[in-house]
């Protein structure tokens, strides 16, 4: 089964899989975008609510790997979706890419390229420079500002 994110309905993803995605991501749809959502279910694709118990679960890995402030709430529950239904994650997002690599889930991009690693990222301070592991909303040594930084 593939969960398609909103970008697939952008691009107008094609697959003959079944398919299923959230009511969250219709929200974020409009114009032709949002028929294309209408028509899809309408022709059977099927409507997941994932469990509040995966999302969770979805969070604390976005927590490890340093994506958690990347995802909005529709990411997380359709990270959750497809980990529930064994499926195929359709997204272009990089963040979603990986958490889902951490999870196991697979994943299929669609106008861009997909990541070639899954990442754990590190936090920087503006200030001081000093680094984190994990994210902060400021640095507990100066008080300034943290910033995403690649761990390569």
């Avoid at 299923?20 to 309408?42: K, N």
């Avoid at 754990?120 to 400021?138: I, L, S, V």
């Amino acid at each position: 089964m593939h969960i398609l994110d909103s970008s697939a309905f952008i691009h107008e993803y094609h697959t003959d899989e079944p398919t299923a995605s959230i009511p969250m991501v219709e929200e974020e749809l409009e114009g032709e975008h949002a028929y294309r959502f209408d028509a899809m279910e309408g022709a059977g694709m099927h409507i997941h609510m994932p469990a509040e118990e995966t999302v969770e679960r979805i969070q604390r890995a976005a927590t490890e790997t340093g994506d958690a402030a990347e995802l909005s709430p529709t990411d997380t529950r359709l990270l959750a979706a497809a980990f529930e239904l064994d499926g195929t994650l359709v997204s272009d997002d990089y963040a979603m890419q990986n958490v889902a690599e951490r999870l196991d889930v697979s994943v299929q991009v669609i106008a861009r390229d997909g990541i070639t690693e899954e990442r754990e990222w590190r936090f920087q301070c503006a200030g001081c420079g000093r680094e984190f592991d994990e994210n902060k909303p400021r640095c507990p040594i100066c008080g300034s500002d943290l910033s995403r930084k690649n761990p390569a």
